[in-house]
Structures are given as C-alpha cells and as structure tokens.
T-cell receptor
Framework: GNSVTQMEGPVTLSEEAFLTINCTYT??????LFWYVQYPGEGLQLLLK?????DKGSNKGFEATYRKETTSFHLEKGSVQVSDSAVYFC?????????????FGKGMKLTVNP | EAGVVQSPRYKIIEKKQPVAFWCNPI?????LYWYRQNLGQGPELLIR????????DSQLPKDRFSAERLKGVDSTLKIQPAELGDSAVYLC???????????????FGPGTRLTVL
C-alpha cells in the first residue's frame, strides 16, 4: 500500500538556521503530496501541497517540490524562527471514492531556539 | 468561521471502561474523518463518512470501536471496553463537497487525548 517515510527527530536548531526535512513516498498512481504542521496544543494545519510532478508548494517561507523521479517531497526553509517550533508531517493523498484519504509519515518535532 | 470542534480535550479512564468522543465539523462540510494518532506516530484513518454514510471503515476495530454520524453533521466515536493500547489522540477532520478535480482539503480539530490506565 501507499506509505510515507520521513526524517525522524527531534531536531533542534538556532534561529535563522537552514531547515531541511526529508520525505519520500511509495505510491501507486500519482498522489498529491502535503506537509502538515502541528503547533503545540493545536490541531493539524495544512502547510503546503503539490498535486503533480515538478509542482512546488510554498507557504510562510517553507517550500517543497514534488520530485517523481526520486519519489520525494523534502521540506525546506532558508531561515527558521522560534515560531516555527512544531511537529511537521509529510503526507500523501489516496483518493478513495471521490474524497481524500491521507497517509501520514511519523512526524518530526522541530525546536527553534533564540 | 468556527473550526472543527472536539470534546472532551482530555479523558482519563480505567481499562474496560467505555468512552465516547464527540466531533462537530465545519458547517457545510459533508465529509468527516476520524483518525487515531499514537505517540510519536502520524495519524491513521479509522473511519470516513460521506454525509451520514460510513464509506470507509476498514481500519476501525469493530469488536470494540463504533461510530455514528446521525443526520450527517455531528459524529460520535465510542470505545467499549477500552484497553491500555487505546491510549492515543483521536482526531476529527472534515472537508467540504468536492468541486471539480481540485484537492479537497481536510480541516482538523484539536483532538481528544485519551489515557487508559
């Protein structure tokens, strides 16, 4: 079945450091790919998405490019802030009966220190 | 606009006791999902509703778990009896009716953290 493997943490960075969180996937067909973020005490929020190969999703300074050849969707940010401290989940969609079934990776906890 | 509402936020029970979780989706969202998130893991789908119909419950442990979505709005997830391994965060999500071929975003509630002692 479809699956997502992502870099496991936890990871601690200093403010303004460069961030990369690796994500690779296994899927039949052509899934859409997502990064979700979970801030402390809050629900999961969609951070960015890409629906086809070579698409780049971006939001809040984060970027990820759908790479079909390497089945990857790595998340990057050039300069992290303390407010980026959260758990990040890579996910793919498995469209079933017209609605989206999400398959998540295990998540990676990021702590950014001032 | 209010988001997905879940209650309670936290629940501690002894094993073999029953427990129920409630979810109120975003107004107008016809699809509702229940996920379970174990510690250190990503969420895993338990059941998906289209209006009041459960269209995917293949991952729901039916010997002890049940769910309902009467009138196609609010939903309740129940565990009876609870086991130690049921300790997890139970997430509810909803999504609006699909329009065209675009991705149908799921909006998540804050979850209910269940601890079974």
């Amino acid at each position: 079945g479809n699956s997502v493997t992502q870099m496991e943490g936890p990871v601690t960075l200093s403010e303004e450091a460069f961030l990369t969180i690796n994500c690779t996937y296994t899927a039949t067909g052509y899934p859409s790919l997502f990064w979700y973020v979970q801030y402390p005490g809050e629900g999961l929020q969609l951070l960015l998405k890409a629906t086809k190969a070579d698409d780049k999703g971006s939001n809040k300074g984060f970027e990820a490019t759908y790479r079909k050849e390497t089945t990857s969707f790595h998340l990057e940010k050039g300069s992290v802030q303390v407010s980026d401290s959260a758990v990040y989940f890579c996910a793919l969609s498995d469209r079933v009966g017209g609605s989206e079934k999400l398959v998540f990776g295990k998540g990676m906890k990021l702590t950014v220190n001032p | 606009e209010a988001g997905v509402v879940q209650s309670p936020r936290y629940k501690i029970i002894e094993k073999k006791q029953p427990v129920a979780f409630w979810c109120n989706p975003i107004s107008g969202h016809n699809t509702l999902y229940w996920y379970r998130q174990n510690l250190g893991q990503g969420p895993e789908l338990l059941i998906r509703y289209e209006n009041e119909e459960a269209v995917d419950d293949s991952q729901l442990p039916k010997d002890r778990f049940s769910a309902e979505r009467l009138k196609g709005v609010d939903s309740t997830l129940k565990i009876q009896p609870a086991e130690l391994g049921d300790s997890a965060v139970y997430l509810c999500a909803s999504s609006p009716p699909r329009t065209g071929g675009s991705y149908n975003e799921q909006f998540f509630g804050p979850g209910t953290r269940l601890t079974v002692l």
